[in-house]
């Protein structure tokens, strides 16, 4: 397959196995010293699968997800959305892939402080090359879907942790995504705060009918999964 006909495949649709990862590896080098943070993984996820991914910090659960996320590059192996595989695409078409087909949710959120609410979710809409109409009406209903559509035209710094993290959420989930990452989404909030948002985040999720895979540190929210993998020594284990 040619690199323009893997990103036209990829540009439409993820398929039946959103993500297949083989023989993953990667590694840093710093001065004398090779790092490896990630050893030969494999693992494989399935349409509309919520997945929580478990390890001690360090341990390269980030790693993976800025791997398949399409925000770095591994060492060796390969990362197949909907059958492409990903890591031969130019940055160009990556970029593309990862705009249209992958949602993040950071622990940070990193939204725009200069958009509002409504600004900062129409972003990859308005990225894909829709018109403004469209992105304002879709942002509109993810934000409405969120519980904020009293808080379209607020900037972040007029909003709470909780409310950031929810337009983060349907920033997230605005494209339709067939994988969502998140990576520690509610590790920056309070319990109390974590636990709404944490739900809002599944059950959104859940009707869009899309792949989740969540990094976090609580045992107790990994148990709330129907599949967790383990991080040990650079590999994936079921857990």
């Known amino acids: 397959m040619t690199t323009n006909a893997a990103s036209r495949q990829a540009s439409q649709?993820?398929?039946?196995?959103?993500?297949?990862?083989?023989?993953?590896?990667?590694r840093?080098?710093?001065?004398?010293?090779t790092i490896e943070v990630l050893r030969g993984v494999d693992v494989e996820l399935k349409a509309g699968e919520s997945v929580a991914l478990l390890g001690p910090s360090g341990s390269g659960k980030s790693t993976f997800m800025h791997?398949?996320?399409?925000?770095?590059?591994?060492?060796?192996?390969?990362?197949?959305?909907?059958?492409?595989?990903?890591?031969?695409?130019?940055?160009?078409?990556?970029?593309?892939?990862?705009n249209r087909r992958v949602g993040f949710v950071f622990q940070s959120h990193n939204l725009l402080p200069e958009q509002d609410a409504l600004g900062n979710v129409m972003v990859p809409v308005r990225l894909a090359g829709a018109p403004t109409s469209v992105a304002e009406a879709r942002a509109t209903a993810l934000l409405?879907?969120?519980?904020?559509?009293?808080?379209?035209?607020?900037?972040?710094?007029?909003?709470?942790?909780?409310?950031q993290q929810r337009v983060a959420i349907a920033r997230a989930l605005v494209m339709g995504p067939g994988l969502v990452l998140a990576d520690e989404p509610t590790g920056n909030l309070d319990p109390s705060t974590a636990a709404g948002v944490f739900r809002v985040l599944m059950d959104l999720n859940q009707q869009l009918g899309s792949t989740l895979l969540v990094v976090t540190h609580s045992h107790e929210i990994a148990a709330t999964f129907p599949r967790r993998l383990l991080v040990q020594s650079g590999r994936f284990v079921e857990g």
Do not use: F, M, Q, W
């Open 13 to 26: 649709g993820l398929g039946g196995v959103p993500l297949r990862v083989r023989g993953l590896c990667k």
């Open 28 to 33: 840093y080098v710093k001065g004398a010293d």
């Open 67 to 98: 791997l398949v996320g399409l925000l770095d590059r591994p060492s060796e192996g390969t990362i197949e959305l909907g059958g492409v595989d990903v890591t031969t695409l130019s940055e160009a078409e990556r970029n593309r892939v990862r």
């Open 144 to 163: 409405s879907a969120v519980g904020l559509a009293h808080r379209l035209r607020h900037r972040p710094g007029e909003l709470s942790g909780g409310e």
